[in-house]
């Protein structure tokens, strides 16, 4: 199953690899003369294979983070640092590549198009990227295969239920291989049962390799992290491991191992 | 090198895509690229229309040219448009056979030319059949050699018979059949009014003509010039001419001219009662009405385009707004600005080609319909290459002209804001 997906190692990895490294990020609005800051001042780093949930009220600058994790938005300042490249120096047409080939994108509203089928909402962002042209469609449907979505190819978004349409869009996501799946409340349409399978797909994915980031309100979607990032008025409020991690790190271990045999 | 070949493949990519894609929502919104499109259409289907049957008109004139000869010169007695003359009734000004006595000797441009009399129409019969409304023309033999109406039977009208002004006439085969004729009726006696006169030749079919006039279903005779005016006293005379050669065929024309108003007294500072043209001059003539009318069409045509073109922006621009999200979802995944840049611009161009392409289809069927009209000389009405051509560029650069705000609109949005659209 794993051996489909070239772009990946099979291997777990180490986890001591950085892929992010944000210093003193701010991103700061400005409404009127009113100056808003939704991100004050942002230090954090990710190691390959972390999986993180960012929790935090209502308006304390989680999607900001996200956008601008996801090179979707520029930071006022600071220095974001993404696979050890400093992204704030550069130019609109070479962000439009990183968030293409490094970056996967999950939305709460799943943004697939209607007009499409399944397999090819997900051959989407291979379009535009410059080697993913010629096994596009072999790819998407390995991807698609990695999700457990192999019989529903040809089907339309409307001829889907919440819990695919999300699976189609994580397929989408992660078509290029990319360095971090970032998801912003991929649950907060979803009933909890569907939710619970949701995350238990983003399990399957982080023991795959997968370096994942998401946003959620809910604690039980949290607690499927190894580290909860708690943020407050645009700063990080606390930042550690989660329950999951601290008590069951050996036991999990070899689950994921007995699993992914 | 190998980045520009990158770039090749990759707006190839693009534009495969986006063809794809914008024909598949053109598609999804039948009526609405339908209405869309109606000002394409309509400029397209009238500028292939106009084309059209200027193409035709200029082919048959071209046929024209080649029976008659691009040297031949029209000589008619025309009322002058300025000066007294100018409500003169025809009698007045009309040619007397002995005006041109002579012209050969004061032309040199001129190798021959031949006089003609149009004796109205006259019932014809042989024996019990009789045929109605044939017409009647009386020619020198030189007419024979300007205007090439073969002899297919027979012989043609010759020197002696005109000076003899005997009694004999050529038929066309429609008559010869009309009266129940023998394929051989050489020598025959048929009654033109109350006159006998003797069958000696059986002419070719008459071609399609634009400037010999009537139709096709009348039958001709011709008969001596001389002898035309034992039917009727007075009768109306053009004359046919050739020049030496296409070159001096002006130069003919000015000699005819100094020749007729001397021989018709016309003195110096009055204006011309008579016009003397060559093919050349009509051919021209042509020209100038063709350039005109197209000029007259490309205005409305321009017109149409412009109006189609606001309702392509137009909508271009409600497509961008309905599809904001999805515009900020393909940036979300990666694509650059001019990748948005092109889809849309792509989907504008083929809005307007499919308008392009729906406009040829109707201006082949108004041609159709122009060509079929009966007694309207443009049954050689068609459609050229270069017009299909031709409106395809018109319609892509529209496309391109009117989808590029919109398109440029769709560039420039900022994916965060297009996905929290609505
Ligand atoms: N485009 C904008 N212009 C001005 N202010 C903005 C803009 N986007 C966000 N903000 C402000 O920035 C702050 C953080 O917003 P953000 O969307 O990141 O919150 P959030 O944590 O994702 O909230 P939620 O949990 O409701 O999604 C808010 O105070 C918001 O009002
Ligand atoms: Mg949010």
Redesign the interface.
């Known amino acids: 199953m794993i051996a489909a997906e070239a772009d990946k190692p099979t291997i777990k990895p180490q986890g001591d690899k950085s892929v992010i490294k944000l210093k003193d990020i701010t991103r700061i609005y400005k409404v009127g003369v009113e100056r808003i800051h939704a991100l004050d001042g942002i230090s954090l780093e990710l190691k390959e294979n972390e999986y993180v949930a960012v929790m935090g009220a209502s308006g304390s600058g989680k999607s900001t983070l996200m956008n601008v994790l996801g090179c979707l938005d520029r930071a006022t300042s600071g220095y974001y640092g993404l696979d050890g490249q400093d992204t704030t120096k550069l130019s609109d047409a070479a962000l439009a590549r990183v968030r293409n080939e490094r970056i996967g994108f999950v939305f709460q509203s799943f943004e697939l198009l209607s007009q499409l089928t399944a397999i090819k909402n997900v051959e989407m962002p291979l379009i535009y990227s410059r080697n993913g042209w010629r096994s596009r469609r072999k790819r998407a449907q390995s991807v698609l295969e990695r999700v457990g979505l192999s019989d529903r190819i040809k089907h339309k978004p409307n001829q889907l239920s919440g819990g695919e349409k999300q699976r189609v869009a994580i397929a989408r996501a992660l078509v290029c291989g990319p360095s971090i799946l970032l998801a912003d409340e991929p649950t907060g349409n979803l009933d909890s049962k569907t939710s619970e399978s949701i995350m238990e797909l983003f399990d399957k994915l982080h023991q795959e390799g997968q370096t994942i980031i998401i946003v959620t309100h809910e604690e039980f979607v949290a607690h499927h992290a190894e580290r909860i990032i708690h943020m407050k008025d645009g700063r990080i409020f606390s930042d550690m491991p989660s329950n999951r991690k601290k008590a069951n790190e050996t036991e999990m271990y070899h689950e994921e191992q007995g699993r992914a045999s | 090198m190998r980045f520009i070949m ?1 770039a090749i ?2 707006f190839f ?2 534009f495969y ?1 986006s063809v794809f894609l914008s024909l ?2 053109i598609w ?1 919104n039948k009526t609405r690229s339908i209405l869309t499109t109606i000002g394409i259409v309509i400029g397209v289907a009238s500028v292939t229309a106009v084309i059209a049957a200027l193409s035709g008109l200029k082919a048959k004139i071209l046929t024209q040219v080649e029976t008659l000869g691009s040297n031949t010169i029209f000589i008619q007695p025309k009322r002058p448009d300025t000066g007294p003359l100018q409500h003169a009734p025809w009698w007045s000004i009309r040619f007397l056979p002995e005006q041109f006595d002579g012209m050969l000797e004061h032309c040199p441009s001129v190798k021959r030319f031949g006089r003609q009399t149009w004796a109205g129409s006259q019932t014809v019969s042989f024996r019990e059949k009789s045929v109605e409304n044939v017409s009647i023309r009386g020619i020198e033999p030189d007419c024979h050699k300007i205007e090439s109406r073969p002899v297919m039977l027979g012989r043609p009208l010759s020197v002696i018979d005109e000076m003899q002004v005997r009694q004999v006439c050529l038929i066309d085969p429609k008559l010869r059949n009309d009266l129940r004729l023998d394929r051989d009726c050489i020598g025959q006696p048929i009654l033109i009014g109350h006159n006998t006169f003797y069958i000696i030749g059986v002419l070719e079919p008459r071609p399609e003509s634009l400037f010999g006039g009537g139709d096709q279903e009348r039958s001709e005779i011709f008969i001596p010039f001389k002898t035309s005016f034992k039917l009727q006293r007075y009768l109306y005379i053009g004359v046919l001419a050739e020049s030496k050669s296409a070159e001096v065929s002006e130069d003919a024309r000015a000699e005819i001219s100094f020749f007729l108003r001397r021989t018709r007294n016309i003195k110096p500072g009055e204006p011309d009662n008579f016009e003397v043209m060559s093919l050349q001059n009509l051919l021209d003539m042509f020209n100038k009405m063709a350039l005109i009318v197209t000029m007259v069409a490309s205005g409305i045509v321009g017109i149409s385009l412009l109006v189609g073109g606001v309702g392509i922006m137009n909508i271009m621009l409600v497509t961008v707004s309905e599809r904001t ?2 515009i ?12 948005i840049l092109t889809q849309f611009l792509i989907e504008s161009v083929v809005l307007c080609f499919v308008g392009g392409l729906v406009g040829i289809g109707f201006g082949q069927l108004l041609t159709t319909g122009i060509a079929n009209i009966p007694k309207v000389e443009l049954d050689m009405a068609y459609i050229p290459l270069w017009a299909i051509g031709i409106s395809f560029g018109f319609s892509g650069a529209v496309g391109i002209f009117f989808g590029m705000f919109p398109a440029i609109k769709a560039a420039r949005l900022d ?2 804001e297009a ?1 929290r659209h609505e």
């Open positions: 990158r493949i990759g990519r693009l895509q598949s929502q999804a999200r999805e900020g979802l393909r940036k979300a995944v990666g694509a650059k600005k001019s990748a994916p965060i996905l």
